[in-house]
């Protein structure tokens, strides 16, 4: 055990099975966030008609487009890539000020 020491161990055991787990699982998230990230630079279209309200609502801006699933985002919608692109950018800005503040 080493307290008050500065090195610190992310796993307690780390064996083959660990190993591949978090190789897959951070493969995956840097693939989505790779895709999120050129969404906006892709041309998707988009066949959906906006539905025909009966009623008026000024604060509806909604489109149904935003929700609709593409393969070449690997099955996100274009409103997830845009989640997708605060939470990348919120976690890497975080990243950032902790590193800073460690200094």
């Given at each position: 055990e080493m307290r008050?020491?500065?090195?610190t161990t992310y796993f307690t055991e780390l064996n083959v099975f660990k190993a591949v787990l978090y190789v897959v699982a951070s493969t995956y998230v840097l693939l989505v966030?790779?895709?999120?990230?050129?969404e906006p630079f892709l041309d998707l279209s988009c066949e959906e008609?906006?539905?025909?309200?009966?009623?008026?609502n000024v604060a509806?801006?909604?489109?149904?487009c935003r929700h609709v699933r593409?393969?070449?985002l690997i099955g996100l919608s274009r409103e997830e890539c845009v989640w997708t692109r605060h939470l990348g950018l919120a976690v890497l800005l975080g990243a950032v000020i902790g590193w800073e503040r460690r200094q």
């Open positions: 008050g020491s500065k090195q966030v790779f895709v999120a990230f050129l008609q906006e539905p025909k309200l009966e009623f008026g509806y801006t909604g489109h149904l593409y393969k070449a």
